[in-house]
């Protein structure tokens, strides 16, 4: 059996659940034995297939993934998102130690008009 985690959706600051896109290396975690749970506020998707359809059709609210990837990192998740004009919030979720100003002013200038932020997890 493998790792199970119950997802839970993300919550609004009106208490409403925020419809969510998790873009990661799902082949990769699913050989890691990770069970990706789906709901009606959580999908998945690998970053080539993040497209302006994927976007359209699920329209998520707020998309996380990890900081890197196999194939991509921040930055290349953030140009598509500024290139789809997504209107959503994207957090990236890192450790403290790869969470920095830095990556935040990077992804400010790559997609300025992006609502972007890094979810520390200890």
Same mark, same amino acid.
């Given at each position: 059996? =493998?790792?199970? @985690?119950?997802?839970?959706?993300?919550?609004?600051?009106? +208490?409403?659940?925020?419809?969510?896109?998790? @873009? +990661?290396?799902? !082949?990769?975690?699913?050989?890691?034995?990770?069970?990706?749970?789906?709901?009606?506020?959580?999908?998945y998707c690998t970053y080539d297939a993040l497209t302006a359809r994927i976007?359209?059709?699920?329209?998520?609210?707020?998309?996380?993934? !990890?900081?890197? +990837?196999?194939?991509?990192? @921040?930055?290349?998740?953030?140009?598509?998102?500024?290139?789809?004009?997504?209107? +959503?919030?994207?957090? @990236?979720?890192?450790?403290?130690?790869?969470?920095?100003?830095?990556?935040?002013?990077?992804?400010?200038?790559?997609?300025? =008009?992006?609502?972007?932020d890094i979810l520390v997890v200890k």
């Open positions: 059996m =493998g790792n199970q @985690v119950q997802p839970s959706a993300a919550i609004a600051p009106d +208490g409403l659940k925020l419809r969510t896109l998790i @873009v +990661g290396d799902l !082949p990769r975690w699913r050989t890691e034995g990770r069970d990706l749970i789906a709901t009606t506020d959580i999908s976007l359209d059709e699920r329209k998520p609210q707020i998309i996380l993934s !990890p900081l890197v +990837g196999d194939q991509y990192d @921040v930055l290349d998740i953030a140009a598509k998102l500024e290139q789809f004009d997504f209107q +959503g919030q994207y957090r @990236v979720i890192a450790d403290a130690n790869s969470a920095s100003k830095l990556v935040t002013q990077e992804v400010a200038n790559a997609a300025p =008009g992006l609502d972007f």
